[in-house]
């Protein structure tokens, strides 16, 4: 951005507080200071030239063309299985729509964006002006990134709260398998999806809803629309603590994620443990099977387990770039290309649960198989 604006400046004590948001770069805060001294570019060309914009079009294009097209194979077969008609396999569903949405929404602005940026001498109305515009001001062009930001943000949301379920519910599985189908229920499980996007898309709005002092613009390190507190005379609003509840909210998640896991398959361990002491001949069966425990987990059970505690690794580890940004830019450092990879590796993670699915779920495999065997073949009746 600041290539476009080179006569941009702030105050030498300003341009730290610039570094505390979201955007590295803000032209809503930049237009509001005074002209002192010129703040060094933050995008220089080795970032933001031909060569980096196209190669990142490229990648930005065969990643949106990886999420659609793996969550719609992911959806079809959720849906054409009768197997998967689980509550398990709702929250699947909820988890493919929500990074389907990344793949249709978000991704492509940002690739419109980038194309804009390279085709055309200036960027596009709202790239610029739009950047202070509000939901009541009709005079100000409309900016888009007031709908992509939000999006993006609830759909993250969405994405490790549907995970936090679906730990909960192997957690119950593997804890309490005979009760399991009285706890866990559709009717149930439906009604929690339901609270975890209306929960999860009222966070991504929260500094819009109650604070009218941010706003969204896309910024040009991450090239994609990044939360922005406006600066008032070079500070910060009282209220800029309210971008806190994202990651207060993403961390507690995955804690709590993290703690169901550790006790499930500690659980686990000491099941196989007695199963294995049962089998030698180590330990005695006291008329229960398993080693004394009667109440054991199925295999199937055990497994899901498994898939989606690799599927909460992934998702914790894509997201650990962004809390490293996120300390560092509040330290004070520049990290323009770092912001890329931080944003995209976490947006990247919408396409990894298909292939974890297809390494680990036969079920799934043999639901896709039979997906492509149906449009080479008549339909043939589904094997249960």
């Not at 309490?176 to 209306?198: E, N, Q, Y």
């Not at 991450?222 to 939360?227: A, E, G, P």
């Not at 770039?321 to 993670?349: D, E």
Request: net charge positive; proline share 6%; charged share 10%.
């Amino acid at each position: 951005m600041t290539a476009l604006l080179p006569n941009t400046s702030v105050p030498g004590s300003t341009a730290a507080l610039l570094l505390t948001s979201d955007c590295l770069f803000n032209l809503t805060a930049a237009a509001q200071v005074g002209r002192d001294q010129s703040l060094p570019p933050l995008c220089t060309p080795c970032c933001c030239g031909v060569l980096n914009r196209t190669l990142a079009v490229a990648f930005m294009v065969s990643l949106a063309f990886a999420i659609v097209v793996g969550n719609v194979i992911t959806l079809t077969v959720f849906v054409q299985t009768r197997q998967s008609r689980t509550p398990q396999g709702y929250l699947k569903v909820s988890l493919a729509i929500a990074d389907m949405m990344v793949g249709v929404v978000v991704v492509p602005f940002s690739v419109y964006t980038e194309i804009s940026l390279m085709v055309t001498s200036a960027p596009p109305v709202w790239y610029q002006g739009g950047t202070t515009s509000s939901f009541s001001d009709l005079g100000s062009p409309w900016q888009p990134c007031m709908l992509i930001g939000p999006v993006f943000a609830g759909c993250t949301f969405v994405s490790i709260s549907t995970i936090f379920l679906m730990t909960l519910e192997r957690s119950v599985a593997i804890l309490w398998p005979l009760h399991k189908d009285a706890l866990v229920t559709r009717r149930r499980t439906l009604l929690l999806i339901l609270l975890s996007w209306a929960a999860s898309f009222l966070l991504a709005l929260a500094p819009l809803i109650f604070s009218s002092n941010f706003t969204l613009e896309y910024n040009e390190c991450s090239r994609m629309c990044n939360y922005t507190p406006l600066l008032f005379g070079g500070r910060l609003p009282p209220d800029a603590n309210i971008l806190l509840l994202f990651p207060a909210f993403d961390f507690t998640l995955l804690g709590g994620t993290l703690a169901i896991n550790i006790v499930s398959f500690t659980s686990i361990r000491r099941y196989t443990r007695k199963r294995k002491l049962l089998s030698e001949g180590s330990l005695s069966d006291g008329g229960g099977g398993g080693g004394g425990c009667s109440h054991r987990p199925s295999f199937s059970d055990i497994k899901a387990a498994k898939t989606i505690g690799i599927l909460t690794f992934a998702f914790t580890a894509s997201f650990s770039p962004i809390a490293v940004f996120v300390l560092g830019n509040v330290v004070g450092y520049r990290w323009c290309n770092f912001s890329f990879l931080a944003f995209w590796i976490l947006t990247g993670n919408s396409c990894c649960n298909v292939i974890i699915y297809s390494v680990r779920d036969h079920r799934f495999r043999k639901g896709v198989t039979l997906l492509f065997q149906r449009e080479q073949s008549p339909p043939r009746g589904e094997k249960t």
